[in-house]
């Protein structure tokens, strides 16, 4: 049984930050490289980064599935949009319909928010998301290139989901 509980105090932003750095490490180091993604981590999943985040309007879950540690999500209303930040299954819990029983957490977020569509970006190179958002009704809407300090650039493509 999956379940999925939203951030609640300090603990729970510990809790991501620890799973970021589990889940990051395997999944992004061959695309971004080690360098990179420790980087990424301090700046944007650290705990304090967490906090700082939801200060700002961003919403933030804990992905449970049969009461062990599965991954997170952070999503955040954008106009008529949802705004998908952040969605990560640990690899040895990938194949199990978590990440689809996410994404229908998300999709009734967007609904109850009175949302047209879900929006995110995704690495160009991170080729395993891009086809599964595809499958789950993504469309490539651009591309975005943005500096985030220390040399580093995310290289992302938009998508979106209209509902």
């Known amino acids: 049984?999956?379940?999925?509980?939203?951030?609640?105090?300090?603990?729970?932003?510990?809790?991501?930050?620890?799973?970021?750095?589990?889940?990051?490490?395997?999944?992004?180091?061959p695309i971004i490289g080690v360098d990179q993604v420790e980087y990424m981590l301090t700046k944007f999943q650290s705990p304090e980064a967490i906090s700082t985040q939801i200060e700002d309007g961003y919403m933030y879950y804990i992905i449970s599935h049969n009461q062990n540690l599965a991954g997170?999500?952070?999503?955040?209303?954008k106009n008529t949009s949802l705004f998908l930040s952040k969605i990560y299954v640990s690899k040895?819990?990938?194949?199990?319909?978590?990440?689809?029983?996410?994404?229908n957490f998300i999709e009734q977020e967007a609904i109850n928010n009175r949302c047209q569509s879900i929006t995110l970006t995704v690495n160009r190179h991170n080729t395993h998301s891009i086809k599964a958002y595809e499958k789950l009704g993504?469309?490539?809407?651009?591309?975005?290139?943005?500096d985030i300090g220390q040399g580093y650039v995310m290289d992302d493509y938009t998508m979106e989901r209209f509902l």
Do not use: P
Not at 92 to 103: F, P, V, Y
């Open 92 to 103: 040895d819990l990938r194949g199990l319909g978590i990440g689809k029983t996410a994404l």
């Open 1 to 29: 049984m999956t379940e999925i509980r939203i951030v609640k105090n300090k603990d729970d932003c510990h809790t991501i930050a620890q799973l970021a750095n589990l889940i990051w490490h395997e999944h992004y180091t």
């Open 72 to 77: 997170y999500l952070s999503i955040k209303k």
């Open 138 to 146: 993504f469309i490539k809407t651009g591309t975005v290139v943005q």
